[in-house]
C-alpha cells in the first residue's frame, strides 16, 4: 500500500467534482487521510507514493520538463479523455515512449470482449 496518494488537476472545478464523486471511495479503502489533492504539478513526492494525474494530457504538454520530473521514478496513473486515437506517429504517442509509460485504454462503448482484446 502507498504511504500517501497526489492527485493533481488542472482547475478547481475538476477537483470540487473528483473530491465529491470519490471521497467514499478513499474512506471505503481506509486512506482518506493519505489523499492530498493538488491544483498543477507544483507539488514535491516520496518514495512509495502514489501520483494521479487527471487530464494528464495538458499536464503533459503545458509543462512537459515538471511532468517528467514529477514522475521520474514514481508510481503513476495518467488519466485523459483524449488518446492518441490510434495514430502510433502521434504526438501523445512519441512522448509516451519517450517518458516509457505503458498506456491503457478504457472504450466505455466498446464490448467488454473488444476492450480486453484490445489491451
Not at 514514481?74 to 485523459?80: D, G, L, P, V
Amino acid at each position: 500500500m502507498f504511504t500517501k496518494v497526489h492527485i493533481a488537476f488542472e482547475n478547481e472545478h475538476l477537483k470540487a467534482r473528483d473530491l465529491k464523486d470519490f471521497e467514499s471511495l478513499w474512506v471505503l479503502l481506509n486512506c482518506k487521510d493519505k489523499v492530498e489533492y493538488h491544483i498543477g504539478l507544483d507539488f514535491t513526492t516520496e518514495d512509495n507514493e502514489l501520483i494521479i494525474i487527471d487530464e494528464s494530457d495538458t499536464a503533459m504538454f503545458d509543462v512537459p520538463e515538471n511532468f517528467a520530473h514529477l514522475i521520474e521514478g514514481r508510481a503513476c496513473i495518467c488519466f485523459t479523455a483524449t488518446p492518441d486515437n490510434c495514430d502510433g506517429n502521434g504526438v501523445e504517442s512519441k512522448v509516451i515512449q519517450v517518458l516509457h509509460c505503458k498506456q491503457y485504454q478504457y472504450v466505455p462503448d466498446a464490448k467488454p470482449e473488444d476492450v480486453a482484446t484490445r489491451l
